[in-house]
């Protein structure tokens, strides 16, 4: 539902495909461009913030703004990095129907960072 969401609201509109040279190269890339943005800069803090409060809470300890801050905010210094370019490329050249089952393979090793994070 999500990448169909983004692949509806962030489209090239019509004229903008017929515009050549360097400003339609740059255009044709701007969808891919905003959705990359959208992922980075407001899903995945959201998820990452939730997954480190949950982690806690498994655990039975009380989320506590001290000792989770500072975890999550060395996860987003480092999301853009690792999600920037696995939605590049995702957003470019995986087909919609495809996007969540690479998605969900481009999640493991971030997963598996998140929890080692979550859990020192």
Request: charged share 10%.
């Amino acid at each position: 539902i999500y990448f169909g969401i983004l692949d509806h609201f962030v489209r090239l509109p019509a004229w903008a495909a017929e515009i050549d040279g360097h400003l339609g190269a740059f255009l044709a890339c701007l969808p891919v461009i905003v959705k990359v943005a959208v992922d980075v800069g407001l899903y995945e803090p959201l998820y990452d913030t939730v997954y480190m409060s949950l982690q806690a809470l498994l655990q039975n300890q009380r989320p506590n703004l001290r000792s989770t801050l500072p975890k999550v905010l060395s996860v987003w210094s480092k999301a853009p990095f690792y999600w920037g370019i696995a939605d590049t490329v995702n957003f470019a050249f995986v087909s919609t129907r495809l996007r969540p089952l690479y998605n969900a393979v481009a999640s493991i090793p971030w997963s598996m960072y998140l929890s080692q994070t979550a859990n020192v």
